[in-house]
T-cell receptor, first 112, second 114 residues
């Protein structure tokens, strides 16, 4: 299944680095986009929604490019605590209506 | 608020055994979901419910059944477990429409079928 694709990584960066993740989606009619964070052996948690105009939450910036059907997540000034897997999530139409499709995730490891 | 809780946290089954996974939420959410997560596969939707007494199939429903007799509970059943059902199972709930509201996840159940 390739509706939502992410680079699995791992991305290994030092503290303070800036790192960017991309995610592509296949359904041009998708309307809702999210980034979830999943720590090792824990449940996913919403990091931020992605809006058409782009949005920022502290060190995190999400961008949406509808023409190219990709979403990005930029993390500035990386912290050790940012180490996790980041899941790109997109809504997609299926026979039952719409559903959220989770990407396989991009793993980030921040080292001191 | 406990949020979303799952019981049990770990379980080992033998092929052919049955079991029920329990999910409970105290946020008065209408929508509830069961996912499985396997290495290299990401989260895949098994079944979901849009309200008490309703259930619907997700992407990978075969081998599972569900029930939503009470709004706060969503049960996932395995009638005859198979090794292919070894996975981490996550329950989630959301306030509204499946695709536009934040989903809150439980801590997961790690199931091994031998």
């Amino acid at each position: 299944r390739k509706e939502v694709e992410q680079d699995p990584g791992p991305f290994n960066v030092p503290e303070g680095a800036t790192v960017a993740f991309n995610c592509t989606y296949s359904n041009s009619a998708s309307q809702s986009f999210f980034w979830y964070r999943q720590d090792c052996r824990k449940e996913p948690k919403l990091l931020m929604s992605v809006y058409s105009s782009g949005n920022e939450d502290g060190r995190f910036t999400a961008q949406l490019n509808r023409a190219s059907q990709y979403i990005s997540l930029l993390i500035r000034d990386s912290k050790l605590s940012d180490s996790a897997t980041y899941l790109c999530v997109v809504n997609i139409m299926d026979q039952a209506g719409t559903a959220l499709i989770f990407g396989k995730g991009t793993t980030l490891s921040v080292s001191s | 608020n406990a949020g979303v809780t799952q019981t049990p946290k770990f379980r080992v089954l033998k092929t052919g055994q049955s079991m029920t996974l329990l999910c409970a939420q105290d946020m008065n959410h209408e929508y509830m979901y069961w996912y499985r997560q396997d290495p290299g596969m990401g989260l895949r939707l098994i079944h979901y419910s849009v309200g008490e007494g309703t259930t619907a199939k997700g992407e990978v429903p075969d081998g599972y059944n569900v029930s939503r007799l009470k709004k706060q509970n969503f049960l996932l059943g395995l009638e005859s477990a198979a090794p292919s059902q070894t996975s981490v199972y996550f329950c989630a709930s959301s306030y509204g429409d499946r695709d536009s509201y934040e989903q809150y996840f439980g801590p997961g159940t790690r199931l091994t079928v031998t």
